[in-house]
Every structure is written in structure tokens, then in C-alpha cells.
């Protein structure tokens, strides 16, 4: 690959939500910025900018990433998902959205992307998660407004809907 | 809260990162993970010409066992070594201690090496080197070495690495018959750089303790077959010679305390595994 | 579940805000797009605690790539005039600095520029030169001073200094058996939301006129303060507010200054300028609450009766006297007392400027710092004569059938039964096993405490009661203020569908919902055929002074304020319907999306035709029953202003909370685990029970940082320690426990739903609960927050020898 210099935009292109992107990016873009200020998906927020708060958790192959904390060139070529992407069809919610929807597992939202990015992910590969490791996954996550006892309750709800759901498959 | 400009390199073969580390030597910065590096950044506290990613150069992954050793490539991710199967058979230690790296989404894109490179004095990653006696496998265009975690380790966020080298890998001494470890660590919250963490390992001869969030760097120290007070008096030695400070979430005479209750507490629980 | 009306309040419905939310599709101020050509700005902050500037040097930085302007001191200063202060006194508050910096992160300079990456590198080009001064921090340094003094116009560093007098509290602490006192320090934190601060600004040279977007949420009285500033009349200052908010728990009051300082750099620029704060300048320099050094004394019978109080309070508002301060101050001026019936108070109140970032908004609002002392003292009057602490708190509870009961220092507590409550909570809450635990604990050798803590929970704040820092003969002069105008508006449509505006500028908490289900109670209809819109725009709006979303007066305040318009549009429309269906106007009823006559449901009209009825055939309509859009403004009269003694009932409505908790420490790392915690919660009618749930678990979850976790430190010289979320800790997933709620109900006979606030509540209650339990797990007199488990290690660590 060859160097990308600093002052100019260079091409980065990767998979969103199932669809190829493409948009134009110094090497020092964050992805968090080229996620909602070039390819406008505004889902995925920003909430400190040092990988702490957990609002800019995307999905990089297969696995839970910041946003903030990953540049926009380093995700050339990879395959993304964002909050955007979540819902079945639009005017429907996935288990996991609905399920938040049910327990009041989010006030302002603004930090609800990223959780439901980090437990979407989390849940495809732990069907039957303990409140425990839950609590322990969700660490990685600041929310403001809940005091996270809903976020625990939607996110056990939905692990025992989907578990249903497979069930009758 | 944006990064400087800088040149960005994605390396597909470890030739091209060492060439980039060779001809611009401390103004290139090895990218991988980034969980650390990538807000030092947006804080401008890290201002390289230019980042070599090297996530995407084929022959730096893996986790191969070695004779005596576990090797761990430079693209290794923390998740990926602690989902390993054979992890807690190999190398207890790590078993214990790298779910207190961070939290789950930061292992996702945080790497082994990644972590020694910085050498936080607080890491977990760095704390098992030292405690187990671990290398770090440095390679430049130049030629590679192997240094030991004690010598690599060096000072405050600082090692001995040269500005032409990138961590290849790093080696942890795989357990043998009738090893035993502990590791204890608190933090102020879940997830939180340690206040103070302990690590510990017994064998036949005796064990050795090794402390994190004290002293500038991991450090080590054996103590033999001691125990009862007189192993109380060593640790207490221990726990001044690592010359802790005071910081906003604790104290020295805090974390001297710790060093003698969670040190005392990990090699006996070191030394019970051994059973 | 309680239901009243039609039957969807009390209901816990899903919230019509959430499905956006929950798919990425909300409309939070980053979100949205912006003029072609807006800029984006960055601010240069002070490394400083203190300092003159001797020079600035912004050269470079005005020719630096994509730069449209620089702003300094200088050039606000020339287009603008000071904000606003509080007190009287010879002190200026610009909202950048001007020749002298007073805390590390006041701007210093705006840059604006085509992106922010390129607005961030031209900072980097700005020369500044200081002349370090020395630091007041600490507030007793500040006090102390006779030489350095953070404003010139002052000959001190205390903006004010007022005492008050309620009863005869000389004459009572003469009399009493006792007097027992604690001595505080109240730390500083901020309820820190996700989202920070976000402003688009644009000015109009021809019409002189600016026009802001900000994520701004009240109180409202601060746009009379930025139109002054910026010299501009009302009507040219036009303040919007985005349809969604990521949180603000207060602090987002604090983004006034930001919106004074973007319009002026949209002036300069001569373009759209766009400021969205980073998390560092949010920790350093967006607001803190207040510190505060606080000594209670009270009067005390051998039996545990207070008979009088007397509070020494110094509220540090950090560097500048930022509007509404100094009212953390006096915000709880109307329950100093508390839940008791103490009849004589002595209370002196200083404000004083440190270099430190300036004070505002946060959840609780100097309920934590109040509550902090008073029961910090009730846990030792008990532990002084001996004495069960619930038989102490018990004894000085208002009476039951005392309501609304006048304090001693002028709030009207509108309703309850703190007996009951109380009675409930121990009985219901599990106060006897925990005690059980306890003793149990102890045999074992562990470290175990158990804390209490009563307290009343203000809302719906009167406008006037800040200028109870004012003499009475100052109010005289500058008049009254008082009140508290909530405002709601609705509308009806040519289709017939009812859409309804509130000016409460919500920032999360579903305000959208709970009005679309008091209008579907009051008109028969279901809340999804209700649309509310909460975006504010204060050139198009009804709005006044205390709009907003603060002193947790949605539920009580705009909740009633919508209701009154619902019924005011069912008045209406009953008497076209008694007009049509010939019946009188008494008879007829609205439900399931009909309007009929009782108990003939053949004769009924469906609601969306009659409602259209005055778009397409006004002339059919009775006279003066035309039902297009009825704009209600609502403030309550028991909201007066501050008296000639004094008397202020600062809060319109007061819940009541009576919180236990057992709690224990780790004798090795001085950890704190709480074990379990009940919080018992009397916040009159409820509303929506998920969404107080979800208030009651939010306030608790900052109530805990705030005791354990969270603290703004500085050092010695000034220096902010607390500068990210890897200093400044948050409480996760891992941290906070689940509490457990308990209620009981009664209405408020003030508001027009009976209900209070109750978002707040738990952030005054909780801190001192856990302090208490842990007072009592480790015998301590005294202990300040947070109880870090370094702190609290220097009770359990043995004293170490120097090796």
C-alpha cells in the first residue's frame, strides 16, 4: 500500500451495514468523524473522544470496536456495522431494541447506540449470559441517565427472547 | 480534541514497516491496536510524522507454543489470547490476569504487544512478563533481538526498544509441574489501571512476587522459601523499595499497604495452588 | 399500578421517544446539518489557575489554512458587555478572558475555521504570554486574602455575605440540654452527561439579529441575560433548541456563556459558526457544582429534639459569578430545616471566588451540599445522647397532619406523611434484617455500618428565591420576582388530530410521552393519536423566564400547565358537541376517540370531526368555543417572593425520601461495597412509574459517583486533576448496584396532577446515606467525600513504621 500522505484526502472504502461506502479522509480522521460528517450515519456518537465512554461502539469484523479510537484509513477495506444497521426493516425493532424499548433501558439515548452495538455482538455469542457477565461486559460502557438497572433487565430480556426464538426455529 | 497531520503507512510485510522505522526512526509510531495510542493522539500528546499500521503484515500473528515458552505475534489481539482455549492450561497467570485489561471492547482491538510497548506502569500485560520472567522479541531492518521483560521494561511509559525496532512478538514462560500462580489486583473501578496488582509464582525453589502500579515499572522480586514474618519483614523491604508515590486515587503509604496485604495474600495463594 | 383520569397516566407506556433513539435516528445537535460554509470552532484554554496575559499573538493563527477568524478578549469585550452577576457587587463575568485568566480551562481565544481538525492546528499557532499569579484554591485561602483578590472591583474574594435570622435561635440554643455540630467540606463533581455542549450560531448584520442553536435547557431566564450581553433586544436574539438532547442533569444550562461567545465569533466570521465541545474542555471547564465548607450547629434536647439550627455556610462558585449563582446557594432556602419541624434558625451564607472553573446547574442543586450536613448532624445527635438514629429522625419529623406546613425559614411543604412513610420503608425496605446483617457482620469481624437519612425533595423552584441573597430594602428597589410561568400549548388541526408544544426543553427524560398521555386522559383519545413537539424556538414559541428543564418541575409544572390546556380544549369542544348532539354541555364525555353524550353512546361524534369542525365551519361553532389552539401559561401562587423577613419558599412542591442503606468496608483496600440500599420515595401523584423508576435509579447512580467514585480535584497551584474519564470516575455497570424503591402518594394540592418532581431527589438523600453507614461501620465523627477507598483505608490500615 502506498503512503498516505498527511495533508491530503485519501479514498477509504469499507463494508457499512451491508453496503460498500466510500468517502474521502486525511490519514488523521477518526472514524467517529467519518462516520457521521462524511458518510453522514449519525447514529454513532461521541461521548469522550479517549475510549472510555463506550457511545462510539461500533462493530468492526465480527467484534466490538470504539469509534473514537480507530482511524478512518485503519478501516479501509473492513466490514462494519453501526446502530444504523440493527433494526430489521425500517418502522421495526430488533429483540434486542425492542426489549430496550419495553424496560425503559434508555433516557436520553445518547450513549444507547453503543450498547446495543456492544450487547448485539455479545449476545450472538452468549446465548445465556448470567446477570453477572453481563454487568461485566456492559463495564465498558457509561451511561448517565439509568443507573444501568434497566440496561441489564432489557439485555437479559431479550438474551432469554432470542434463546425463545431459536428455539422455535 | 483532533489528532495532528500525519503520513499513514499500512505495512504488508514486515520489510515495509522496517523500512519505515529505519529512514524515519523516532518520528514513525507503530500503530496496531491503537487503544492507547489513538487518543494520545486526538490529545496531540503523540505527534508522529507518520503511523505504521502493522495489522495487516501476514506473518506477525499467532499464538505458537514453543518448547518453553508461549509466543505471542505483534498482531495478536488481547480477546484472542484470552479466548484461547489453551490458555489456562499453558499459562495460568495470563488465565487470571488478562480479564482485568480494560474492558471487553478494548481487548477486542487492543493487542498483547501493543500493550508492553506502552509499559504502563499499571498494565497487566507487562506486570506477567515480569512476573514470569517473559521476552520481548524486538526486530528492526537491521537485525532482531530477544531482552527480557526486566531489561525491556526501563522506566516510567518507557523501554528499551529502539526507534528503528517493532515488538515482533512476546514470549511467557509456559507452567511446569507443580507451578503455581495467583494474581490479585484493585482498582477503583472494574477495568481501571491497577492501584496495585499483584502477581505471584511458586515453584519447588520458592516464589517470586511481582508488582504493578507502584514502582515506575513492573518489578520482581524472589523470595525464596520464606515465609511466617520473616516473609512479612521481606515484602515489607518490598514495599518500600519499589518507591511509590502518591497520585489522585492513592496515596504511597496507601499502596505500600496494599503491597504487603494483596503481595502477602497472592503468594500464599500462589503457593496453595501448588497443592 | 394506580391509574386516574382516562386511565393512561399511571401507566408505564412505552415512550413515543425511543424507537428513533434506539435505530440511530434521533436528532441530537451534532446531527444535524448546518448552512453551506458554517465554520467550526476551537478554543484555546488556560494552562493557568492565574495569570495575567500580557500578550496574545493570534497572527499566525488568522492566516493558518481554512482560518475564517480569531476571537480574543479584545474583540468580545468591543461587541459585547458583561453577563449578567447575580449579587451586588463591582464584578464582571465575560464569557472568555479578559487580561487575566482565573482557572485552568477559561478560553482564551476562538478560532474558527473550515473543520475543526484545521481549527485545532491553528490554536496550536496562538502566542500567549502570562505572568503567573498565585492560586487561591482553597476557599478558606480565598476568604483569608487580604492582598490577591480575583476581581479587582472587590476588595476581598466574597461576593457576598448575608445572614438570616427565622425564630429565636439565640434564645433557643441558650435554652437547649446540647448543642451538637458537624463541620463539612463538600467536594466538587458534575453530573457529566454523554453529550456535551453543542452551539450553531449565525448573526444578521442588516436586521442586527442573532440566531442560536443550542443544546441549551434553561432555565430560560438566561436568554435575557445573553440577549443583554450581546446587546440585542429579545426579539433579535432568537435561541433554538434541538428535537433531541444526550443529557444534561443541569449542566447544560452551563452552555450560556458558549452561545454568547459563538454568536460573537458567527459576528466576526461574518459565516454560521459550529461549536461542539470535546470531553476535555467539558471536565475542565464546562460547570462544576459547587464545594462547600459548611458548619451546622443544633440546639438539641436530651431526648434528640432539634430545636433550632444554625448554619455557617461558604459557597465556593469557583472564578466567576456565572448566572443563576450564586442559587445553589439559595435554592434550599425554604427547607434548611429539612423533614423537621425545627422552628428557630440562624443561617450566614458567604459566596466566595477561587480559581476554580465557575459553578452552575447539576442534579440536586445544593440539595447534596444542604443534606450533606443536616443529616450528617442528625446521625450525631443520635450518636452524642445515645440514641437509635430512626428514633432521632422520627422525633423530628413535621407532624402528619401538619400539612401544608410553613418552616421556619418560609417554604410551604405542600403534602405527606413522613411517618408513614417512614413507618413503610422500615417495615417494607427490611430495615430489622439489615440490622440483623450488622450485628452479624460484626461477630464476624467485618467492617458493617448502617446510614439513614431523611429529607424533603424540592421542586419547581421559584423564580425569586435567588434574590434572597439581595437585603430585603435591595429587593425593594430592583422588585420583585417570583413565580414560576410554565406554558403549554395545543393545537387542533383541519384533520382533527391534536398536536401539543412544551416549552420544558427535556434532555432525555420523555416528556413527549407523559404529555401525550395527560392530553389522551383529558380529550379520550390514546396517547399515539397525540403528537407533542419539544423543540424550542423562542421567536415562534410560547415560552417565558422558566421554561426549561430544572428544579424537576416537568411532571408538576408543564404536566399540569399541558393539562389545563387539554381541559381548556375539552371546554371548548363540549360546548360544540353539546351544540350538535343537543344535550347540555355537562352531559357530555370524551373517550375511546369519541365525544357523545353519557350514557347514550348512539349519540357521539367522532373526536377528529368535531375538532376540525372551527378549520372547515367556524360559523356552526357556538361563540367563544372555537377549539384551534389554546396556549396556557401556569404559575402558581404560593410561589412569592422573598419577604421583609426574610421568608422565602424557594420550591413549590416537596417530596419527601427516607433512604437506609447497610454498607461495608474492606479492611484491606478500604473498599466500599454497598450492600443494599432502599430508597423510600413520596413524589405525590405519579405519572409514569418506569420513567420515575428510571429517575429514581439515574439520580442514585450519580448520587453513588458523587459519594464514592467522582470528584473534580485540583491541586495546590491550581491545576486540574481531574481532566478525563480515565481521572474523573464514573460509576459502570460494575458499580452500581440495584437500589430498592419503594412508594407512597401524596398528591401535591399545589399542582394540577398532584404530582412533584422527583429526578433529584436521591442525588441529596444518597451521598449522605452511604457517608452515614459508613460513619457507623468504621465509628468516625467526621468524614468528608468522596469515600475513596484511599480515604477510607486510613481508618482500617494499621500506622505504618518508617522501614
Not at chain 3, 54 to 73: E, H, K, N
Not at chain 3, 510 to 519: E, L, M, N
Not at chain 3, 762 to 784: E, F, H, K, Q
Given at each position: ?169 | ?242 518507591e511509590a508515590r502518591d497520585d489522585l486515587h492513592a496515596n504511597a503509604a496507601y499502596r505500600r499497604e496494599l503491597v504487603r496485604q494483596l503481595g502477602r ?11 | ?100 485568566v482565573r482557572y485552568v480551562g477559561e478560553p482564551i481565544a476562538v478560532v474558527v475555521a473550515t473543520d475543526r481538525y484545521l481549527a485545532e492546528d491553528a ?186 439550627l444554625a448554619w455557617d455556610q461558604v459557597e465556593d462558585v469557583g472564578a466567576h459569578i456565572r448566572a443563576p449563582e450564586p442559587a445553589t446557594l439559595y ?473
Open positions: 500500500m502506498p503512503r498516505l500522505t498527511a495533508d491530503r484526502h485519501h479514498r477509504v472504502r469499507f463494508t457499512l451495514n451491508g453496503r460498500p461506502v466510500e468517502g474521502d479522509a486525511e490519514p488523521r480522521m477518526l472514524l467517529t468523524d467519518f462516520l457521521r460528517h462524511v458518510l453522514g450515519q449519525t447514529g454513532t456518537h461521541v461521548g469522550c473522544e479517549h475510549g472510555v465512554c463506550g457511545a462510539c461502539t461500533v462493530e468492526i469484523d465480527g467484534a466490538p470496536a470504539r469509534a473514537c479510537l480507530m482511524l478512518a484509513v485503519q478501516a479501509d477495506g473492513m466490514t462494519l456495522r453501526t446502530v444504523e444497521g440493527l433494526a430489521p426493516e425500517p418502522g421495526r425493532l430488533s429483540v434486542l431494541q425492542d426489549a430496550f424499548r419495553r424496560h425503559h433501558a434508555l433516557q436520553c439515548g445518547f450513549c444507547t447506540p453503543g450498547i446495543l452495538m456492544s450487547l448485539d455482538i455479545y449476545l450472538r455469542g452468549h446465548a445465556s449470559p448470567t446477570e453477572a457477565e453481563v454487568r461485566d461486559f456492559l463495564s465498558g460502557h457509561l451511561c448517565r441517565c439509568t443507573g444501568y438497572v434497566p440496561v441489564v433487565a432489557a439485555a437479559l430480556d431479550a438474551a432469554a427472547k432470542l434463546r425463545e426464538a431459536a428455539g422455535d426455529a | 480534541m483532533k489528532p495532528a497531520r500525519f503520513d499513514y503507512v499500512r505495512a504488508e510485510t514486515l520489510a515495509e514497516a522496517h523500512a519505515v522505522l529505519a529512514s524515519e526512526g523516532g518520528d514513525a509510531i507503530v500503530i496496531a491496536g491503537g487503544q492507547s495510542l489513538v487518543p494520545l493522539l486526538s490529545m496531540r500528546m503523540a505527534r508522529p510524522g507518520v503511523l505504521v499500521d502493522i495489522m495487516h503484515v501476514a506473518d506477525l500473528g499467532g499464538i505458537v507454543i514453543k518448547d518453553d515458552a508461549i509466543r505471542v505475534g505483534a498482531t495478536v489481539r488481547q480477546a484472542q489470547l484470552l479466548a484461547w482455549p489453551e490458555l489456562a492450561a499453558h499459562q495460568p497467570l495470563l488465565a487470571l490476569a488478562l480479564p482485568f485489561i480494560g474492558h471487553a471492547q478494548t481487548r477486542a482491538r487492543g493487542t498483547v504487544c501493543g500493550s508492553a510497548a506502552l509499559a504502563d506502569p499499571s498494565a497487566e500485560i507487562p506486570l506477567a512478563l515480569v512476573a514470569l520472567g517473559g521476552e520481548i522479541e524486538l526486530s528492526a531492518a537491521a537485525g532482531k533481538r530477544q531482552l527480557a521483560a526486566k531489561e525491556f521494561f526501563n522506566g516510567l511509559m518507557s523501554t528499551s526498544r529502539n526507534d528503528d525496532e517493532l515488538i515482533e512478538a512476546v514470549h511467557f514462560p509456559r507452567t511446569r509441574p507443580g507451578d503455581g500462580y495467583a494474581f490479585i489486583e484493585f482498582a477503583r473501578r472494574h477495568g481501571d489501571f491497577a492501584i496495585v496488582a499483584c502477581a505471584a509464582m511458586a515453584d519447588a525453589q520458592g516464589v517470586r512476587l511481582a508488582v504493578g502500579g507502584v514502582a515506575d515499572f513492573p518489578t520482581a522480586r524472589d523470595f525464596g522459601p520464606l515465609d511466617g514474618a520473616a516473609l512479612d519483614e521481606a515484602i515489607e523491604d518490598f514495599a518500600f523499595d519499589l495474600k497472592t503468594i500464599d495463594e500462589a503457593r496453595r495452588c501448588r497443592v | 399500578m394506580t391509574a386516574s383520569g382516562g386511565g393512561w397516566l399511571g401507566q408505564s407506556i412505552e415512550r413515543v421517544e425511543d424507537a428513533n433513539l434506539l435505530t440511530g435516528r434521533g436528532r441530537y445537535i451534532d446531527d444535524l446539518a448546518v448552512r453551506t460554509g458554517t465554520l467550526h470552532a476551537a478554543i484555546l484554554r488556560s494552562p493557568h489557575a492565574h495569570a495575567r496575559i500580557r500578550s496574545i499573538d493570534v497572527a499566525a493563527a488568522r492566516t493558518a489554512p481554512g482560518v475564517g477568524a480569531v476571537l480574543t478578549g479584545a474583540e468580545v469585550t468591543a461587541l459585547s458587555s458583561s453577563l449578567a452577576v447575580g449579587v451586588r457587587a463591582p464584578i464582571q463575568s465575560w464569557p472568555i478572558a479578559v487580561d487575566r490554536l496550536e499557532l496562538i502566542e500567549v504570554e502570562y505572568e503567573p499569579l498565585p492560586a487561591l484554591v482553597d476557599p478558606r485561602d480565598a476568604l483569608a486574602s487580604t492582598e490577591l483578590f480575583l476581581h479587582d472591583g472587590l476588595k476581598s474574594n466574597v461576593a457576598s455575605d448575608r445572614s438570616f435570622r427565622y425564630g429565636d435561635p439565640e434564645a433557643a440554643f441558650a435554652k437547649a440540654a446540647r448543642k451538637i455540630s458537624v463541620s463539612i467540606h463538600y467536594p466538587r463533581n458534575s453530573c457529566t452527561p454523554i453529550e456535551t455542549y453543542g452551539v450553531v450560531a449565525e448573526y444578521d448584520a442588516n436586521e442586527d439579529a442573532y440566531d442560536v442553536l443550542a443544546n441549551f435547557m434553561g432555565p430560560f431566564t438566561m436568554h435575557p441575560v445573553m440577549a443583554r450581553s450581546l446587546k440585542v433586544p429579545g426579539n433579535r436574539f432568537r435561541l433554538r433548541t434541538p428535537p433531541d438532547s444526550g443529557g444534561s442533569f443541569g449542566v447544560k444550562q452551563g452552555v450560556f456563556p458558549y452561545i454568547v461567545l459563538m454568536a460573537l465569533a458567527a459576528r466576526v466570521a461574518g459565516k454560521p459558526v459550529k461549536w461542539v465541545e470535546d470531553r476535555l474542555e467539558h471536565l475542565a471547564a464546562s460547570v462544576s457544582a459547587t464545594n462547600r465548607m459548611t458548619t451546622l450547629d443544633a440546639a438539641v434536647e436530651s431526648d434528640g429534639r432539634v430545636v433550632a435554592r434550599m432556602q425554604g427547607n434548611l430545616t429539612g423533614a423537621y419541624a425545627i422552628r428557630h434558625v440562624a443561617v450566614r451564607n458567604r459566596v466566595v471566588l477561587t480559581n476554580k472553573t465557575p459553578t452552575g446547574l447539576n442534579r440536586g442543586f445544593g440539595g447534596p451540599q444542604v443534606y450533606y450536613a443536616l443529616e450528617r448532624l442528625m446521625q450525631r445527635v443520635a450518636v452524642e445522647l445515645n440514641l437509635d438514629p430512626l428514633e432521632v429522625i422520627r422525633r423530628n419529623l413535621v407532624p402528619a397532619g401538619a400539612f401544608p406546613y410553613r418552616t421556619a425559614t418560609g417554604g410551604l411543604l405542600d403534602s405527606g406523611n413522613y411517618q408513614q412513610a417512614v413507618d413503610t420503608a422500615v417495615q417494607d425496605g427490611g430495615l430489622a434484617e439489615l440490622q440483623a446483617r450488622r450485628d452479624q457482620a460484626r461477630a464476624e469481624g467485618r467492617l458493617y455500618g448502617i446510614g439513614l437519612t431523611a429529607a424533603v425533595e424540592p421542586s419547581v423552584s421559584n423564580m425569586g428565591y435567588v434574590t434572597a441573597v439581595l437585603t430585603p430594602e435591595e429587593r425593594r428597589k430592583a422588585g420583585p420576582k417570583n413565580g414560576a410561568q410554565a406554558t403549554a400549548t395545543i393545537a387542533v388541526d383541519p384533520s382533527g388530530s391534536v398536536t401539543v408544544h412544551i416549552a420544558s426543553a427535556p434532555q432525555g427524560q420523555g416528556h413527549r410521552t407523559v404529555a401525550a398521555q395527560i392530553v389522551a386522559d383529558a380529550l379520550g383519545l390514546k396517547p399515539s393519536d397525540v403528537r407533542v413537539v419539544t423543540d424550542l424556538d423562542t421567536a415562534r414559541d410560547a415560552w417565558s423566564i422558566a421554561s426549561g428543564n430544572y428544579s424537576s418541575r416537568f411532571a408538576a409544572a408543564v404536566g399540569g400547565a399541558v393539562h389545563l390546556a387539554a381541559m381548556q380544549i375539552k371546554g371548548k369542544l363540549a360546548r360544540g358537541a353539546a351544540a350538535q348532539l343537543n344535550v347540555p354541555t355537562d352531559e357530555i364525555e370524551f373517550a375511546n376517540g369519541k365525544i357523545g353524550a353519557k350514557g347514550n353512546p348512539d349519540n357521539a361524534i367522532a373526536f377528529g370531526r368535531l375538532a376540525a369542525a372551527s378549520h372547515w365551519s367556524p360559523g356552526v361553532v357556538p361563540d367563544g368555543a372555537q377549539a384551534l389552539r389554546e396556549t396556557v401559561f401556569w404559575s402558581p401562587p404560593q410561589l412569592e417572593a422573598p419577604g421583609d423577613l426574610d421568608e422565602t419558599n424557594s420550591s413549590l412542591c416537596h417530596g419527601f425520601i427516607f433512604d437506609f442503606c447497610g454498607v461495608e468496608v474492606d479492611r484491606v483496600t478500604g473498599a466500599l461495597r454497598i450492600d443494599k440500599y432502599v430508597t423510600m420515595h413520596d413524589c405525590g401523584t405519579i405519572l409514569h412509574p418506569g420513567m420515575v423508576a428510571g429517575q429514581v435509579t439515574g439520580g442514585f447512580a450519580h448520587a453513588l459517583g458523587a459519594a464514592v467514585y467522582e470528584e473534580f480535584a485540583y491541586a495546590p497551584d491550581g491545576a486540574f486533576l481531574s481532566g478525563t474519564f480515565a481521572d474523573y470516575l464514573l460509576p459502570t455497570t460494575m458499580e452500581v448496584p440495584a437500589p430498592v424503591i419503594l412508594h407512597m402518594e401524596s398528591p401535591s394540592p399545589f399542582t394540577p396532577l398532584g404530582a412533584k418532581g422527583v429526578g433529584e431527589g436521591n442525588c441529596m438523600s444518597t451521598p449522605v446515606c452511604i457517608a452515614n453507614a459508613v460513619a457507623d461501620a468504621l465509628g468516625l465523627d467526621a468524614i468528608d467525600l468522596p469515600l475513596t477507598p484511599g480515604k477510607l483505608a486510613q481508618f482500617t490500615h494499621p500506622k505504618e513504621q518508617e522501614s
